[in-house]
């Protein structure tokens, strides 16, 4: 466990910016201590860093607590946006260092300034902020969700990776994800979402199901819970419900 200096000392995060991180909910540390300062777990710390890339993007702490806050939130996808945003940034400063040594050095005729243009950068963080940005979709599940605890998030959330459990156990059994049990899960499922988060229509699903079975930090939760292969095998029978 660190305290909120060492945290501070760690990230280059002013114990400031920390603790409104925690009075906003944002980054609330996992325990305090009997004095009651802040005490940050490695879990903690993960959610910094992450936190830390959405702001690198530009997103408002608001919207990036929305984001990591969602069931369908997948942090290696949000790490791809950031390695590549980080590279043109990288190609930026490069045309930008490239440009000042000639510029010294006299071998620039004419004023330039195309290596000031960051349009490229502007672009990538805009399609990047629409990818996870606000859509009817996030405005319904912001609505249902005002009221509810945080324990009741929680509780929501276990049970939408309790529903792949009957998944992972077909899995195992071998079932073909075309089969009427696996057709049904899939109804229940899609109900869950529209019920409590926004109405899942197929063509959400079928975006889910891709994002159930892409690796990410979302296969791993739903196969620790459902057990291996639930994740993959519920993606092929939503594909294929979604295809009927």
């Not at 990410?216 to 639930?230: D, K, M, R, S, Y």
């Amino acid at each position: 466990m660190k305290t909120v200096h060492e945290v501070s000392k760690l990230a280059g995060v002013s114990v400031r910016t920390l603790q409104y991180y925690d009075k906003i909910g944002l980054l609330v540390p996992a325990s305090r201590s009997e004095a009651g300062y802040r005490l940050y777990d490695d879990d903690d710390l993960a959610r910094l860093q992450q936190i830390l890339f959405f702001r690198e993007l530009e997103f408002p702490l608001a919207h990036i607590r929305r984001i990591m806050e969602s069931p369908h939130f997948d942090a290696n996808e949000a790490l791809d946006q950031q390695i590549q945003l980080l590279e043109l940034k990288k190609e930026h400063i490069e045309e930008l260092i490239e440009l000042a040594k000639k510029t010294r050095n006299g071998k620039v005729k004419t004023v330039s300034f195309n290596a000031f243009d960051t349009s490229k950068i502007d672009e990538y963080a805009k399609r990047a902020q629409e990818q996870w940005g606000d859509t009817p979709q996030w405005e319904e599940s912001e609505a249902k969700r005002k009221g509810r605890s945080k324990e009741d998030e929680a509780a929501l959330a276990r049970k939408l990776l309790e529903l792949f459990v009957p998944f992972g156990k077909m899995a195992v059994q071998g079932k073909d994800p075309e089969c009427a049990n696996a057709r049904k899960q899939v109804q229940a499922l899609q109900r869950f979402i529209s019920a409590n988060y926004y109405q899942c229509t197929d063509e959400i699903l079928a975006g889910l199901g891709k994002m159930y079975a892409s690796g990410g930090e979302f296969t791993l939760n739903i196969n620790n819970v459902a057990g291996p292969g639930a994740a993959e095998f519920a993606a092929r029978a939503i594909e294929a419900y979604c295809a009927a």
